[in-house]
Nanobody, 120 residues
Framework: VQLQASGGGLVQPGGSLRLSCAAS????????MAWFRQAPGKEREFVQV????????AYPDSVKGRFTLSRDNAKNTVYLQMNSLKPEDTAVYYC??????????????WGQGTQVTVSS
């Protein structure tokens, strides 16, 4: 499985972005897919994971009510809709596949990351 993340950029506080992660490979629909993020000098932080039927874990308090993860199995793509963005959301966002977990260590596949910068 190869993962290609896109959609990052510079946005003002309060704005929105939608990240996409396109997966190659015939078994995409069977893989849980996740997003993590990593700010400079900080550990990689779990954002959300979604299984093949759309189930997910609890959102971290840091993004709860603002971020939504969805997937389109027909397009082999997951989407992270990010609303009401804050400067503390600034990070490199990574998509991952292969586990249904909040622990980055258990994921087998990672995308290259996409930078999100929230600044006025």
């Amino acid at each position: 499985v190869q993962l290609q993340a896109s959609g990052g950029g510079l946005v003002q506080p309060g704005g929105s972005l939608r990240l996409s992660c396109a997966a190659s490979g015939p078994t995409f629909s069977s893989f849980p897919m996740a997003w993590f993020r990593q700010a400079p000098g900080k550990e990689r932080e779990f954002v959300q994971v979604i299984n093949r039927s759309g189930g997910s874990l609890a959102y971290p308090d840091s993004v709860k009510g603002r971020f939504t993860l969805s997937r389109d199995n027909a397009k082999n793509t997951v989407y992270l809709q990010m609303n009401s963005l804050k400067p503390e959301d600034t990070a490199v966002y990574y998509c991952a596949a292969g586990a249904f977990s909040a622990r980055a260590q258990v994921y087998d596949y990672w995308g290259q990351g996409t930078q999100v910068t929230v600044s006025s």
